[in-house]
């Protein structure tokens, strides 16, 4: 009997190695490696054949491009996301915290979907049938045209998929689906790639738009190995808190559109509705009555311009080495602006606690932010207090100068619909300025503390 051969295989970027190693070279992550069987050379030619079409060499001036052929998933915000709806053969990554609601909003996409009379195979591989129509019946999703199909094996997906021909697929989720051909078990990295490759060859083949459910590791990044990420077209990531009901659905790869989208929905017992207008939603449960420590900015996320409110907390330390605490914003970012703050404004946090949240569940991590942040740590600090109806929109530089951003005639004009009286901008950023509001262009940010908290 021959001998079986080996491997060594990192479960966190997919490094092998012909022995086990503690510590692996390429990621630095310690126990990570899992043993796997090498398939024999015969068994791996026989399977690339099966999956090898002939395919005729074109001229890409003979090729035509049907820009028609996008179909809506039935929401508005995820529509965005995608760039105007599912692309047919187009493959969909979405990942994120158990209990987010990914199988929620593949499944109401489903419903939307068969509703345009197109089949949808519902892959559940992590729940029975049943439990997919108890989803089902609570969402008031019911249609001939989905079918529920509880399997792990990816061959027999295939035959299914061969029998029904769908025109849209869900898998639920990859890493429970195995190839029986890897020795290593469902959720490895051998696995995963092995089996998203052919469900991409299948969908490629057979113009079938697939969504396929990801798992998230416990720092927040997708599951399995990074070449995960580079074989499918559309990469989201559905976040939020799952003790509340706010979820945000971010674009971090798209073949067919921005990256820079996002949709917001809010989750309730009958399922996911979006919210068309967001800004609204955010300010409502503001404090009429402005507070110290309290700002308002205007965030560009892609089309969409998003009004967050900044909140921020000063106080005395009891400890020799103060905290530093963010939600929402970045950590080194926060200890940049204290830096400049203290050079340039003169205002000392060696012995303070600093505190740093931006409200409704949003990550915001863009520099035109900066201003926002630096007002309402120094209006906490000075117990000061910045109006309610003043918006800051500036990128803060390390001399202490307030620098040009994107999309500036955007957020003033969402500023301006939304009722705001003022907007501080840096200087000579800004070509019309016709606009019902006052607009206070700023060179430095002693000059946007003067002009910020000395309004009538």
Known sequence: MANVKTKWVCQSCGYEAPKYMGKCPECSSWGSFVEETVLPENTKSVKSQSHTDIVEVCKISDVVADKTVRLSTGFEEFDRVLGGGTVAGSVILIAGDPGIGKSTIVLQTAGAIAKSDKKVLYVCAEESAAQVKLRAERLKVNSE?????????????????????????????????????????????????????????IAKRNDITTIIIGHVTKDGSIAGPRVLEHMVDVVLSFEGDKYKTYRILRGIKNRFGSTNEIGIFNMDENGLNEISNPNELFLSERSKAASAGSTIIMASEGSRVLTAEIQALVGTTAYPAPR?????????????????????????????????????GIEIDEPAADLGIALAIISCAQDVIVPNDVILLGEIGLSGEIRKINNLEKRISEAQKLGFKKVIIPKNNLTNKNYSLELVEVERITDAIVAAINTK
Request: charged share 20%; aromatic share 8%; proline share 1%.
């Open 324 to 360: 530093r605490v963010t939600n929402g914003i970045d950590y080194n970012r926060l200890l940049q602006i204290l830096a400049v703050i203290e050079k340039r404004v003169g205002l000392k946090f060696n012995t303070s606690d600093v505190y740093v949240n931006i409200t409704g």
């Open 145 to 201: 045209n989905i079918f529920i199909y509880s399997q792990t094996d990816i061959d027999n997906i295939k035959l299914q998929i061969e029998k029904i021909e769908p025109d849209f697929l869900i898998i639920d989720s990859i890493q429970a689906v195995y190839d029986n051909n890897i020795s290593s078990g469902a959720g490895s990295v051998s696995q995963i790639r092995e089996c998203t490759n052919v469900l991409t060859d």
